[in-house]
C-alpha cells in the first residue's frame, strides 16, 4: 500500500523501519526533508529506503567474514574497486566517474566487513540492470582483479559485492542505521572523498547532503543514466 501511495505523490520516498527481530519492519512514506527532521533526532535508528522499480544511482554493498578471509584488506579492495569500475564506465558507457562522486558508507564490526557504495554520478534504469553491468563487469576483470576481489563465502569463492541486493523493492540501510538491535551504524568511511568534496556549510546541512547523497532512489541532473 507504501508503494502505491507514493505513486500519487511527488517528490516521495518510500523509507521502512525495523520493529522487531526477524526483519519486522512498518512502511512510511514521506519527502525526504520531513523524513530527515524526524529521523535526525532520533535516538534508534533502524531505517531502510524500499527502492521502487525505475531510476536509481548504481549501488553496492561489500562484505565479507574476516574469519573466512584472513589475507583480505577491504578498505584496498574497496577502494581499488571503485577506480576499475570508474575506469569502465568511462571506456565503455562514456560516463565520467570520479572517486570523490562516490559516498562510501562503513558499518564494519570485529567479524565483518560490511561497507556501501553510492555512485552519485551514475544510474540505471532500475536496480535489475545493475545487476546485469556488473555481470557484464565482472566478466572483463583481469585474472588478478579476480583474484582480488574473491572471498571465501561459507566454504564457497564468491565476489565481495552481494549480488542478491537488486530486486524489486529492496530495502537497503540508511545512513546512520544499525540493523535492529545492532550496535553500528553505517556511518562516512574514513577515506571517503565525497563529503569533503560538498560546499563546507554547516555540520548539519553536511549531513543532511550526505543523507540525500545516500538515498539510491534520489536522482539528481549530474547523475547519467546508462541504458
Not at 65 to 90: D, H
Not at 130 to 147: A, G, P, V, Y
Request: with cysteine; aromatic share 14%.
Amino acid at each position: 500500500r507504501a508503494l502505491k501511495f507514493s505513486q500519487t505523490k511527488v517528490g516521495t520516498i518510500v523509507f521502512s523501519y525495523e520493529i522487531d527481530i526477524g526483519g519486522v519492519r512498518r512502511f512510511l512514506v514521506s519527502t525526504k526533508e520531513t523524513f530527515w527532521s524526524k529521523y535526525k533526532e532520533d535516538r534508534d535508528k533502524n531505517c531502510y529506503e524500499v527502492i521502487k522499480a525505475g531510476t536509481c544511482k548504481l549501488y553496492m554493498d561489500l562484505e565479507f567474514c574476516f574469519s573466512e578471509n584472513k589475507s583480505k584488506n577491504g578498505q584496498f579492495m574497496t577502494t581499488k574497486l571503485i577506480e576499475r569500475i570508474n575506469v569502465f564506465i568511462l571506456n565503455v558507457c562514456g560516463v565520467d566517474s570520479q572517486f570523490k562522486d562516490v559516498l562510501i558508507l562503513d558499518s564494519t564490526t570485529e567479524q565483518k566487513f560490511s561497507v556501501h557504495l553510492i555512485f552519485k554520478k551514475v544510474c540505471f534504469s532500475d536496480n535489475v540492470a545493475i545487476k546485469s553491468f556488473l555481470t557484464f563487469f565482472e566478466s572483463k576483470l583481469s585474472i588478478e582483479d579476480q583474484n582480488l576481489f574473491s572471498i571465501s563465502h561459507k566454504g564457497k569463492l564468491s565476489t565481495f559485492w552481494d549480488s542478491k541486493v537488486y530486486t524489486r523493492h529492496r530495502n537497503f540501510r540508511l545512513f546512520l542505521s544499525t540493523k535492529y538491535q545492532k550496535p553500528t551504524p553505517l556511518v562516512v568511511a574514513g577515506y571517503d572523498k565525497s563529503v569533503e568534496a560538498l560546499p563546507q556549510t554547516s555540520a548539519s546541512d553536511i549531513q543532511f547532503a550526505t543523507f540525500e547523497s545516500s538515498l539510491v532512489q534520489n536522482v539528481k541532473e549530474e547523475c547519467t543514466v546508462i541504458e
